[in-house]
Every structure is written in C-alpha cells, then in structure tokens.
C-alpha cells in the first residue's frame, strides 16, 4: 500500500518569503505527482502536477520532483497571506486513485 | 469548473445509526471518489468507481459501502455508524484516475455521537 508523508506538519512563514514543502512516497512505480490547496472551511483544489522528474514551474509555484530518493517538493515564492491554507500532496501509480499525503499547514504572517 | 454537489452538508447520527451520503456529479466524469478527512491523516480514499456498477475497494473502507447508481450519483453509505467515522467526507470526480485532475464537493461533516 502507497504511504505518502508530508512535512513539516506546520509553518509559518513571514510575507515575501519562500515557503517550500516536502513530500515522500513509498512505491517507485508511483508516475503522477500533484499538490493540491484547500482554504480553511474549502474543498481541496488542484495547483499543479508533474509526470517526469526535474522542475516545473507555473507563476510563484514550483515542483521538484526526483523519483529516485522518492520525494517532491512545492516551492512558493514571494508567499503572500492568500497562500495560508492546507496544502496536501498526491501520488498515483500504475492508473489507480491518487493517494494523498497527511498535509502541511501554512501560515503566511503580514 | 467541473461541479460536484455533495448532501447533506451536515449530519449527526447516533451510534449504530444507518447513514447515507449523497453524491452529484455533472461534470461527465467516469471516476468518482469518497475520501475522508482526519486532522493528522490528511484525506484517505474510501471508495472509488469507474462508472455506473462498479465499485472498488480504496483504503480504508472498513465500515463503510458504496454504490454507483448512475454516471452521476455515487453514494456512501455507514450501515452500523461508530464514533471513530466522525469526520469531513468529501466526494470527487475526475474525467480518468491516476492523472487527471481530480475535482472536490464541499464536503459534509458527520457525527456520530
């Protein structure tokens, strides 16, 4: 069974900095990687995904994926109070349901 | 935006109780999910489906049954409610699994007191 961990499990981070999350998996046939937001008292909303291993960045978000230590990461840049939220990552392997990650907590103090 | 309305958004129940919860999906997805949500657990699949009929096993599905009545209703449902199912369901949908986009309910919120 796919264990996916998240850390740290919380943090706070002050206004304009980078704020960088991490995420482990446990099966290396895992092919499809994705972080997902969700706003206190909100659904989980998709923010980006990768297939391949390296870099993909789209606006202030930024994954690095390397499949061979088994981890991917989100980086924000210039992290603003709108960026406090739940942020939970996701793997699926082989075709089946995506499995997701215990979350991490971001606080972004003004 | 692809549309997933869940129902109730709120329910409470006693120990041993039957509880259903209702899932819509206008999107024309094939796949649709339960998962729940536990501070500490983050979200874990229950159930999930491939269309109308079929039903597959997630993983944490002990207590719980589903069923897909039609390309749009997925339903759960909790025959012997304990506390330890006390938590924030959500239903979602995607148009494929494994890589696709998978689009989230608002959730609703059981108590089993």
């Known amino acids: 069974q796919q264990k996916v961990q998240q850390s740290p499990e919380s943090l706070i981070v002050p206004e304009g900095a980078m704020t960088s999350l991490n995420c482990t998996f446990s099966?290396?046939?895992?092919?499809?990687f994705a972080w997902y937001r969700q706003h206190s008292g909100k659904a989980p909303k998709a923010l980006m995904s990768i297939f391949s291993n390296g870099e993909k960045e789209e606006g202030r978000f930024t994954i690095h994926l390397n499949k061979a230590s088994l981890h991917f990461s989100l980086h924000i840049r210039d992290s603003q109070p709108s960026d406090s939220a739940l942020y939970l990552c996701a793997v699926s392997q082989g075709g089946r349901a995506l499995i997701f990650g215990t979350g991490t907590t971001v606080s972004v103090s003004p | 935006e692809a549309a997933v309305t869940q129902s109730p958004r709120n329910k409470v129940t006693v120990t041993g109780g039957n509880v259903t919860l209702s899932c819509r999906q206008t999107n024309s997805h094939n796949y649709m999910y339960w998962y729940r949500q536990d501070t500490g657990h983050g979200l874990r699949l229950i159930h999930y489906s491939y269309g109308a009929g079929n039903l597959q096993i997630g993983d944490v599905p002990d207590g719980y049954k589903a069923t897909r009545t039609t390309q749009e209703d997925f339903f759960l449902l909790l025959e012997l409610a304990s506390p330890s199912q006390t938590s924030l369901y959500f239903c979602?949908?995607?148009?494929?699994?494994?890589?696709?986009?998978?689009?989230f309910g608002k959730g609703t919120r059981l108590t089993v007191v």
């Open positions: 099966d290396s046939a895992s092919q499809y």
């Open positions: 979602a949908s995607s148009p494929g699994t494994g890589n696709t986009e998978v689009f």
